[in-house]
């Protein structure tokens, strides 16, 4: 079992930054690929950012060059860099593992265990 909690999120004006993290417990997190995922009031749950076990990333399209995901294994965390933001990026932000594949997908159902979320909300 792995548990993941998120912090970081807070109240930021447009074109600011933030970072946010996703502590694990669980000893088998450095083979987990780990992913960024947010969800806006009214809408799914969306992919922001993925990262395999060795630093391999991928991102939405919406938050390419924007955004960089980012871990360190010998902290068992994963980092979520987030620059020029704007009130589209307001959301909640959930970490997750993938603990049956090394490199990330873009898909929720992918993805085995979750963090409780932690709120961003960006004002114009």
């Known amino acids: 079992q792995v548990q993941l909690v998120e912090s970081g999120g807070g109240l930021v004006q447009a074109g600011g930054s933030l970072r946010l993290s996703c502590a694990a417990s669980?000893?088998?997190?450095?083979?987990?690929?780990m992913g960024w995922f947010r969800q806006a009031p009214g809408k799914e749950r969306e992919f922001v950012a993925g990262i395999s076990w060795s630093g391999a990333s991928i991102y939405a399209d919406s938050v390419k060059g924007r955004f960089t995901i980012s871990r360190v294994n010998a902290k068992n965390t994963v980092y979520l860099q987030m620059s020029s933001l704007t009130p589209e990026d307001t959301a909640v932000y959930y970490c997750?593992?993938?603990?049956?594949?090394?490199?990330?997908?873009?898909?929720?159902?992918?993805?085995?265990?979750w963090g409780q979320g932690t709120q961003v909300t960006v004002s114009s």
């Open positions: 669980g000893r088998t997190f450095n083979s987990y690929a």
């Open positions: 997750a593992a993938d603990r049956d594949e090394p490199y990330p997908g873009r898909n929720s159902y992918e993805y085995d265990y």
